[in-house]
C-alpha cells in the first residue's frame, strides 16, 4: 500500500514560506545531504538503455548522498525498468498502438500496457531514491539518537 495523502511539501519551500516548524516537520539537518561515494560499475546484464539510464542516475544519487552499496540493487531495477519502457516504446513505433483481427476487432496492443507497467515501476523506483522534491522532504538520515531525540520531542509537544 502506498503512502497516504498529499505529497508533503518540500522543506526549503517550508522554510522560504517561514512555515517550517522543527516540532512538527522535524529536523532539517536529518533529510539527505550529499555525500560523494564511488559509483559502481553498470551491471553487465543491464542493455543500452539500461545502461544509459545507470550512467545517467547513479554519479548524480551518489554525489547527493543517496546511492550507497546496498541501493544497486534497486538502482538495477530502475534502469531495467526503463529498458522495458524503451522496448515497449519501439515496439510501438514500429508496431502500432492498435491491431485489427480479421472478424474486424480492433484491440490495442498488449505493449501498452506493458508500457504502463514500466512506468509505474520507474515511478515507484524513482520515489524511493528521492527524485522529487517532495520525496526528498519524506526521507530521513541521521543516527538513531538523533531519531530517538525526534521522537521524544514530538511526544512532549
Request: aromatic share 4%.
Amino acid at each position: 500500500m502506498g503512502k497516504r495523502g498529499p505529497k508533503k511539501t518540500p522543506t526549503e519551500v517550508k522554510i522560504a514560506r517561514g512555515t517550517h516548524r522543527k516540532d512538527r516537520d522535524g529536523d532539517p539537518a536529518l533529510e539527505p545531504k550529499p555525500e560523494a561515494i564511488a559509483v559502481p560499475r553498470a551491471p553487465a546484464h543491464l542493455k543500452a538503455a539500461g545502461r544509459a539510464k545507470w550512467n545517467d542516475l547513479a554519479p548524480r544519487l551518489a554525489r547527493v548522498g543517496l546511492l550507497s552499496e546496498i541501493d544497486v540493487d534497486s538502482l538495477t531495477l530502475l534502469c531495467e525498468a526503463f529498458e522495458e519502457k524503451a522496448h515497449c516504446e519501439k515496439v510501438l513505433a514500429k508496431e502500432g498502438e492498435y491491431f485489427v483481427q480479421d472478424n474486424g476487432y480492433v484491440g490495442a496492443h498488449p505493449a501498452i500496457s506493458r508500457l504502463h507497467r514500466a512506468i509505474g515501476r520507474i515511478q515507484k523506483l524513482m520515489a524511493a531514491f528521492g527524485m522529487t522534491p517532495s520525496d526528498r522532504s519524506g526521507l530521513r538520515v541521521g543516527s538513531a539518537d538523533q531519531a530517538k531525540k525526534q521522537v521524544h520531542t514530538r511526544k512532549r509537544a
